[in-house]
């Protein structure tokens, strides 16, 4: 993988697969060049300055600039419309385009930037030589671009000869899905690409690729691949992996989780290093798992007017922790009708990372219109879907008896008379027995 051979091979297929571009040129890309003002110092955080510009791509470096291109926009400073060769076409996704007239656009960054050999341990035999090659002495720059809907992340890195506005493209890290959500045990695949230019002196030393993870002020090293003697670097992170198959041939660098987590949410970090250049695009990883739900009792009693009635619902083993818990009453023509949230309880973290919450609702049919009663229904509104748990309450004794109360108030006669019956025998038993006693 330290040939050049090895890196034109990653870039004729990232070529060829990355998008399906008919033709040497792609739409213009409206772009911010952002840099910091000069004069700020003494602590103080940088100024930074935004300037629209312009971003004329062209896939094909023996191609001369067409005559359209020669005269920008009145409102776009001369010196930040840029004519940038992308050999990879990695600037030419549709996602980056969007249909003339659309509101919508694509988030489009340009800056300034420096070359210098990177500090990382995995990295660090890219530059063994402590002298930087004059390659490095022209205006160097890196672009962020982020597509339409959440469908690409693209980072790059571009070279210009000095005082020329005309760079090309050497190194392009992009994920097609930066967004990623995924239910508990699935295997997640996170994706990044990555292409590099082969004819630049820079990508004859190999490359590494690096994936780190980050939430909430958390982070850590999860996977690093030295490219150039075809090691990992020692981690602590288990159940991950990288396809080499997928990286050596294609440039695909995606990371592998064997099965999702909650403790894997959170923002994970493709880097790419060649040589005295990085380039890096974020990944959001999000688990998403529904809640469980259990009713109790089950089934409820028979109530009675005036009675007060406990039920209870359960809501286990859901990430994140957004839910919304409340009670419906669904009567016997179909119609549905609110009971309000309850009493909720605070969440209850599990082993796992997952979550619990409880609602406790009281039927009161001297306070609720209940009616002859009907299905109460809990539902659990979740990031992750709805649920519903449903429990039959019946209501007795209530206006003219429906066929459900008068069914069981002959059920409870007869338990009464069968009752009365077999005490009856008793006693009638126990009196003969005493005449026949007498008698003898």
């Not at 980056?96 to 035999?125: M, R, T």
């Not at 619902?313 to 818990?325: D, I, K, N, Q, V």
Request: charged content about 20%; proline content about 7%.
């Amino acid at each position: 993988m330290a040939d050049i051979s090895t890196i034109y091979k990653l870039s004729i297929i990232a070529f060829t697969c990355f998008v399906n571009v008919h033709g040497t040129s792609c739409p213009v890309l409206e772009c911010w060049f952002v840099q910091e003002k000069p004069g700020r110092g003494g602590g103080f955080p940088a100024a930074m300055s935004q300037e629209k510009s312009l971003l004329y791509i062209n896939t094909d470096p023996d191609r001369k600039r067409p005559e359209s291109q020669q005269r920008p926009s009145t409102d776009i400073d001369p010196d930040r419309v840029y004519y940038i060769t992308d050999p990879g076409a990695t600037f030419c996704s549709s996602s980056l385009h969007p249909p003339e007239g659309s509101v919508q656009k694509p988030q489009c960054e340009i800056n300034p930037f420096l070359p210098q050999p990177s500090s990382v341990q995995w990295a660090a035999s890219l530059t063994d030589s402590a002298l930087s090659p004059i390659y490095l002495q022209a205006d160097w720059y890196s672009a962020a671009l982020q597509g339409l809907n959440g469908q690409l992340a693209l980072s790059s890195v571009l070279r210009a000869t000095t005082a020329t506005k005309e760079p090309t493209v050497l190194l392009s890290v992009f994920s097609k899905t930066p967004v990623v959500r995924s239910r508990l045990g699935e295997r997640v695949v996170l994706d990044c690409g990555f292409w590099a230019e082969a004819s630049s002196p820079l990508s004859g030393s190999g490359y590494t690729v690096e994936w780190r993870y980050q939430f909430r002020g958390d982070g850590r090293l999860v996977l690093a691949y030295d490219g150039k003697n075809d090691r990992l670097a020692e981690t602590q992170e288990k159940g991950v992996e990288l396809d080499f198959t997928a990286l050596h041939g294609k440039g695909n660098a995606s990371l592998i989780l064997e099965e999702a987590q909650v403790r894997h949410t959170g923002t994970y970090i493709c880097t790419v290093y060649l040589p005295y250049l990085l380039a890096q695009v974020a990944v959001e990883l999000e688990i998403v798992e529904p809640p469980s739900l259990s009713i109790f009792p089950s089934p409820l009693p028979l109530a009675v007017p005036g009675q007060v009635v406990t039920v209870q619902c359960e809501a286990s083993g859901f990430s994140p922790l957004s839910l919304e818990l409340h009670w419906e009453l669904t009567e016997a023509d179909g119609t549905v009708r609110p009971l309000g949230q309850g009493g909720v309880s605070g969440h209850r973290q599990g082993p796992d990372g997952t979550y619990s919450q409880t609602t406790r609702l009281q039927l009161d049919s001297s306070k609720q219109d209940l009616g002859r009663g009907g299905e109460v229904t809990c539902v659990a509104v979740h990031p992750g879907g709805t649920r519903r748990a449903k429990v039959t309450l019946n209501v007795i004794g209530v206006s003219a008896p429906s066929i459900e109360d008068s069914m069981a108030m002959v059920a409870v006669a007869l338990c009464l008379y069968g009752l009365i019956k077999v005490i009856s025998w008793s006693f009638s038993g126990s009196a003969s027995d005493d005449a026949e006693k007498k008698e003898k």
